[in-house]
């Protein structure tokens, strides 16, 4: 089956700064590629996603970039905030319907 | 907010006791998903349903089961509960089968604690 690694598990930066996490996958035939975050004792939620026919995709301060034949892909948090201090998690997508998640990254933005 | 329902918030059980946590989907969502989540660790896929059938199964223990009802709605029956099932239980929905790009939006969660 699918297995996904996430790459730093944690991630301290000083406010203002950029934060890069990795993630790989195995299966070659994972189409989809989400980033949840979530806070302390709260919901994972969805911030932003890609999926296999586009190389990259922006929303403001959050970047996600694919590389289909490395099988990696990353998201970049740009000009980082205190708010944005939490746990991050990558997340992949075969043929099928089982959505296989990262360990996580847990991000410390320092004012 | 996402839309997904959960209850209880909280549950405080004893070991080899039997519990059921209840998803309701956003509405229009055909399927539901629960993934469990131990202390610092990840989000660990247990079971998916789809307008009522099982769809796809993960690490789901045997003590575990779940069912989607006709209104949408879903249970997740744990029983002879152990120390190591306290966890947080997120369930997720997503509005068709799954596949492709289907996106899944989470619940806020019951967080169990077996004593």
């Known amino acids: 089956g699918e297995n996904v690694e996430q790459h730093p598990s944690t991630l301290s930066v000083q406010e203002g700064d950029s934060a890069v996490i990795k993630c790989t996958y195995s299966d070659s035939a994972s189409n989809y590629f989400p980033w949840y975050k979530q806070e302390l004792g709260k919901r994972p939620q969805l911030i932003i996603d890609?999926?296999?026919?586009?190389g990259e995709k922006k929303d403001q301060r959050i970047a996600v970039t694919l590389n289909k034949t490395a099988k990696h892909f990353s998201l970049h948090i740009t000009e980082t905030q205190p708010e944005d201090s939490a746990v991050y998690f990558c997340a992949a997508k075969a043929a099928g319907n089982k959505l296989t998640f990262g360990g996580g990254t847990r991000v410390l933005v320092k004012p | 907010d996402s839309g997904v329902t959960q209850t209880p918030k909280h549950l405080i059980t004893a070991t080899g006791q039997r519990v059921t946590l209840r998803c309701s989907p956003r509405s229009g969502d055909l399927s539901v998903y629960w993934y469990q989540q131990s202390l610092d660790q990840g989000l660990q896929f247990l079971i998916q349903y789809y307008n009522g059938e099982e769809r796809a199964k993960g690490n789901i223990l045997e003590r575990f089961s779940a069912q989607q009802f006709p209104d949408l709605h879903s249970e997740l029956n744990l029983s002879s509960l152990e120390l190591g099932d306290s966890a947080l239980y997120f369930c997720?929905?997503?509005?068709?089968?799954?596949?492709?790009?289907?996106?899944?939006?989470f619940g806020p969660g019951t967080r169990l604690t077996v004593l």
């Open positions: 890609i999926r296999s026919n586009v």
């Open positions: 997720a929905s997503s509005p068709r089968q799954g596949g492709g790009t289907d996106t899944q939006y």
